[in-house]
């Protein structure tokens, strides 16, 4: 897989931030994690021909806040790689609203991209060799007439 896509973390339970492991809290580099893979993501899918377009910021510091605006951004990120490809049913809604005050919300987000990156690893460049007309049959990238 993608090194984007399996560094992402949609596992965060209770029991993290009552031992306060690093993975229950948000910081600069988890924003930069998220922000690369939707960047990743977004690259492949307009190179196959689903044309989106993202706003990445991958250069959080420590010092950087979470403005509304920049979290705004990046759930226009999301629903961007979203609405350019499909999502299985299992996948989470995308949150109206991006505060990262809860673990599960965050789970949500690397969740919704590590779907979308598993989908376009899997598929591509499959989608565009997988046709079917009536009359004919594609066999890899050879077409036989019946």
């Known amino acids: 897989m993608s090194k984007y896509i399996d560094t992402l973390i949609f596992d965060r339970v209770a029991a993290d931030v009552q031992e306060m492991k690093d993975k229950a809290y948000i910081a600069y580099n988890d924003l930069n994690r998220i922000e690369s893979a939707i960047k990743w993501v977004s690259y492949v899918l307009n190179r196959y021909g689903y ?8 250069n959080w510091k420590p010092e950087d806040r979470r403005t509304d605006s920049e979290m705004d951004r990046l759930r226009a990120n999301l629903v961007a790689i979203r609405a350019a490809y499909y999502t299985p049913s299992s996948t989470p809604q995308t949150p109206e609203k991006i505060t990262f005050t809860s673990i599960y919300q965050a789970n949500f987000i690397e969740r919704i991209i590590y779907d979308l990156g598993v989908l376009v690893e899997a598929s591509f460049p499959g989608p565009r060799r997988l ?7 594609t066999l890899g990238n050879r077409r036989i007439s019946l």
């Open 51 to 58: 044309q989106n377009v993202t706003r990445n910021k991958l």
């Open 131 to 137: 046709s079917c007309k009536l009359g004919q049959r």
